[in-house]
């Protein structure tokens, strides 16, 4: 691998607009990598996010917040004739110009308001991409790029593209017509963007996620008295976690000792925890929470096996971890977990949403010979390290705001 260097000097400054719901956190390293390689070659990045109360200032980029319009009615009629004045008298052009098009695509009088108000942030800006980090924060936005005189680049990811349009159908329709480029994460993502409708002359540059891989490294030798396995995930439905314990039952019911770590946090903690209490597996499963990396990095040391049983996966930044750090990783079909894990050669990749073939794997797992469990963890290390490093992330993401 070779390290970037600064290109300041060979290129003129390019600006690169990033629409995210928030400032990314720590652990959310897709973005802060993009970030870091943007600037170490040149480019200015800004920050638009929706949160309000966001820092105004992330890893040197500008963060421009979203108008709140959200309270008290008199707070709220305020803020939006602040807002009003300048539309009026500040971006007058830019904001009659989003109205035009707006108006052009149909959008009714009143919602159209809206839009130019609470766009306002948006259009203070001169740049020369606006890229949309998540396919639904670019609807009611799809004309923004344009007034910028700006090409609109729009990342879609499994949520986006795969759970979204359920219950919303033809959301993307407008959107697919003014969109200049896309990015995905996967191949399967490409195909389900050309099933909801996009054309193929829109053209789409598959970037998967990358690791610090010199990080995410492990020589320990387990010799682990009890099978040891773990999960990173959100606690969210579509992690397919439920579809977990209940294969872990059937394990249990076979007298095999093991333990279940789940590291991570969220909606649907309540409702696992009571699934794991009725399949009687509450000594054999911990809900860890959300860990700092070094915490995360530590559990993954200590792991035989590593399970994503995901429903839904745009391609999953912690079994690339797991991989990397030599563990025998087992994963769904999900989207991109079948790109992810090379079934056979890197780890094992199962039909979704079938707890007994994950049982049954996971058996058949166990009982490979040593030499054949060291053969899959030293193709999954290599493959990693060769595949899904930050410096091959970073140049991608060059060329895709050069082509």
């Not at 200590?302 to 930044?317: A, H, K, M, P, R």
């Not at 050669?345 to 058949?364: A, M, S």
């Amino acid at each position: 691998m070779t390290s970037l260097t600064n290109k300041n000097t060979s290129r003129s400054q390019k600006r690169v607009g990033l629409v995210l719901p928030n400032t990314p956190a720590y652990s959310e390293t897709f973005f802060r990598n993009k970030i870091l390689g943007l600037q170490q070659h040149g480019y200015r990045v800004i920050l638009f996010v929706n949160n309000p109360k966001a820092k105004r200032e992330y890893l040197n980029c500008k963060t421009v917040t979203a108008p709140h319009l959200q309270g008290k009615f008199w707070v709220v009629w305020w803020r939006s004739f602040l807002l009003l004045l300048q539309a009026v008298f500040i971006r007058t052009r830019k904001s009659v110009r989003l109205y035009q098009l707006n108006q052009q695509d149909g959008v009714g009088f009143v919602e159209n308001i809206k839009s130019v108000l609470s766009n306002q942030f948006l259009l203070g800006y001169h740049l020369d991409w606006l890229h949309f980090g998540f396919g639904t924060m670019a609807l009611g936005r799809e004309n923004i790029a344009k007034v910028l005189g700006a090409k609109m680049a729009v990342s879609f990811r499994g949520f986006d593209i795969g759970i979204y349009p359920i219950k919303y159908p033809n959301c993307y329709n407008l959107l697919f017509r003014k969109v200049d480029k896309i990015h995905v994460i996967s191949d399967d993502l490409t195909n389900l963007l050309y099933k909801k409708g996009l054309s193929k002359n829109v053209k789409i540059s598959k970037i998967t996620p990358a690791i610090d891989t010199d990080f995410f490294v492990s020589n320990a030798k387990l010799e682990n008295a009890v099978l040891q396995l773990t999960t990173i995930a959100r606690l969210h439905w579509k992690k397919g976690l439920e579809y977990t314990v209940e294969a872990l039952a059937m394990l249990k019911k076979q007298n095999i000792p093991f333990h279940y770590a789940v590291l991570g946090d969220g909606e649907e903690k309540e409702r696992l925890q009571f699934a794991i209490h009725q399949l009687g597996l509450t000594e054999q499963v911990s809900l860890l929470g959300k860990l700092p990396p070094e915490e995360v990095k530590r559990e993954l040391e200590t792991t035989d096996v590593y399970l994503q049983y995901s429903i839904q996966e745009g391609f999953c930044n912690a079994v690339l971890e797991a991989q990397a750090m030599g563990l025998l990783c087992i994963v769904s079909n999900a989207e991109g977990l079948s790109e992810n894990v090379l079934d056979g050669q890197t780890g094992f990749v199962v039909p979704k949403q079938n707890p007994k073939l994950l049982f049954e794997k996971l058996l058949e797992v166990m009982h490979l010979s040593e030499s054949e469990k060291e053969t899959i963890k030293k193709q999954a290390v290599q493959r990693v390290r060769e595949e899904f490093h930050l410096e091959k992330q970073q140049r991608e993401f060059l060329k895709f705001y050069e082509t």
